[in-house]
Structures are given as C-alpha cells and as structure tokens.
C-alpha cells in the first residue's frame, strides 16, 4: 500500500516513517508538512493511505479530508482526544493518540490492509489469511490456519500455533486479537482466551480441550461458543 504521511511537526513525520518502514506491506510515497503541499500528490492517485495530524495550521486534517475528490483510507495520528468524532464522521480507519506504541500503528495499519484488499478483491481473489505481530524485534508472519489459541496476559498476548513449540509473545490487547483474527473461525471463550475452533477436540464440565492445552469456558461467552459449535455441525 502506498501511503503519505501529513504533519506539520518534524518529529512526528519521522517517526511515523519509522514505524511505517518496518511494515512490509506499506510503502511511503511521500511526507508532507501541510496538507496543501500533498495536494499535487494526491492527484496522481498513487495514494492508498493517509497518516493524518489534526491541529495544523490553515488547513486542518479534517477539512483536508472534506476537500478530497475521491474517498481514501485515513488514519488521524494526533494530540487532540477531542477530535476523535470528526474523525468517526469521516469514516477514517483509525484515531491514534500521540504518541503511539508500535502495536497500536500496527493494529491500526493492519486494518487499513484488510479494507483495502477488500475494496480491490476481484471475485475468485483469496482473502488475506496472515498477519503481521511485532514480536522479539522482528515483525513476525502469523498464519490464521496455525493459530492453536490466544492466551491474554495483562498488556501482552500469547499465540499459540501448531508449527511451533513456543508461543509468539507480542504486545496487543484480547480486544485487538479478536479485531484482527476471522470471525465465525474464532471465539473468544474467556477473558483471557480466544481460541480456534477447528482445533476443539471436546469440552466436559466448563472446560475445552484444545490441541495439548485446556482452557476454561467462562459463563459469559458459553452461549456464543455453543452456538457456533452447533453451526458447523449444520
């Protein structure tokens, strides 16, 4: 995905460079202090993703996003919690409060990623089946078809997957993971565990045995549970 990066502070521009640099699907075409110089950008319509600051000055980030001819996919990186409803009305991707942990810009450009292969996916196209965590300093390549089940420890995770005897620590939220992993493939059956439900092996007394693991089935999300193990019998 080709993507600009708008904001009037040096420091902020360099580090959403940053961050985007170690995301191998994203590719910066330029960066912009203020939004009029993007204009000439935008119009070669070589854009597919927007970092955008708010509070700058002349034109701000919203109107900026009101003045465009064609709709892109946007994400507001700024200072300002008070903004975060124009940016819902504008239908941007995310709001990122500055500064911003990397698994945050993550979770926020991965998003951006499935909207956009949505947008251009031809019939017959594969759906993506991946993502990207930060993990040990490295961006590490997480195949849904793996994924065992997802443990939740305070502000980290733990992915367990059938191709490795070691789970993918990475710093993300229960919240996040169930964002990003397909819905109706996984459920989250506790406060602390989303888990794959091709990999149920049987469940007795509250409890799912789940490849080598078993975790509890919390009384809150039973009924969920249930109704789509009752589904794919169907």
Same mark, same amino acid.
Request: with cysteine; charged share 25%.
């Given at each position: ?66 003045? &465009?001819?064609? *709709? @892109? ?10 903004? /975060?409803? #124009?940016? !819902? $009305? %504008?239908?941007?991707?995310?709001? &990122?409060?500055? *500064? @911003? ?10 998003? /951006?990623? #499935?909207? !956009? $292969? %949505? ?42 997957l059938t191709t490795s005897p070691r789970p993918v620590i990475t710093r993300m939220s229960m919240k996040a993971v169930e964002d990003v992993l397909p819905s109706g493939k ?37 009924d969920k549970f249930y109704q789509l193990i009752r589904a794919g019998q169907e």
């Open positions: 995905m080709n993507c600009l990066i708008i904001d009037d502070e040096p420091l902020a521009r360099d580090l959403i460079e940053d961050n985007v640099r170690q995301v191998p699907f994203l590719k910066l075409v330029a960066k912009c202090a203020h939004p009029m110089e993007a204009m000439d950008i935008f119009a070669t319509g070589q854009v597919d993703l927007i970092f955008l600051d708010i509070q700058m000055p002349g034109v701000n980030g919203v109107q900026f996003l009101q003045s &465009l001819s064609r *709709p @892109v996919l946007s994400i507001f990186i700024t200072a300002y919690e008070k903004f /975060a409803l #124009e940016g !819902y $009305n %504008l239908d941007v991707v995310d709001y &990122l409060l500055k *500064p @911003v942990p990397f698994d945050r810009f993550l979770k926020a450009v991965n998003k /951006a990623h #499935e909207l !956009y $292969n %949505l947008r251009h996916q031809r019939i017959g196209d594969p759906i993506p089946d991946f993502v990207f965590v930060h993990a040990d300093y490295n961006l590490v390549k997480v195949n849904f078809s793996e994924v065992v089940m997802v443990e939740g420890l305070k502000d980290y995770v733990k992915i367990f996984f459920v989250r059956v506790h406060k602390s565990f989303v888990i794959a439900l091709d990999k149920v092996i049987s469940v007795r007394k509250g409890k799912i045995r789940i490849g080598v693991h078993e975790v509890p089935l919390g009384d809150s999300y039973a």
